[in-house]
């Protein structure tokens, strides 16, 4: 789990999010309303959702972040962990201790697990429209 979670309020510009994701040398920002997370943004996000259409700079990252956010309890097991990130289709969980944001585990984090490639494809099949596991030939 990484613990310094990057946070900033839904209402926050794209722009200002990707200038905070450079300061703090991130990929994901988490969206917090309230005490509560309320959205995810990747790099990826702002590359594909943002940048490629043409969008401008001044819109709300609310638009752009993927929601619900998927939480996890600190004392989660990897396997546990990993299974819930295939439930979901998410390659990030959010870790709250009660009402604390207290970390994010990411795909790439369960790495060392051993469980990362069985995970990894898990999740891509899950994550992507059919259309992509389409059956090849004939």
Do not use: W
């Amino acid at each position: 789990m990484t613990e310094s979670v990057v946070t900033a309020a839904p209402d926050a510009t794209v722009r200002e999010i990707a200038e905070l994701m450079r300061e703090r040398n991130v990929g994901s920002v988490v969206l917090v309303e309230d005490g509560k997370p309320v959205g995810f943004l990747t790099d990826r996000d702002l590359t594909v959702s943002v940048l490629a259409t043409g969008r401008p700079g001044s819109d709300a990252a609310r638009e752009f972040a993927s929601s619900p956010v998927i939480t996890a309890e600190p004392e989660l097991t990897i396997q546990d962990a990993g299974e819930l990130m295939v439930r979901h289709g998410v390659r990030r969980l959010v870790v709250m201790a009660g009402d604390e944001l207290v970390g994010v585990v990411a795909l790439d984090d369960l790495a060392s697990s051993g469980l990362v490639s069985e995970l990894s494809a898990r999740v891509t099949r899950a994550a992507l429209p059919d259309f992509y596991f389409h059956a090849r030939g004939g």
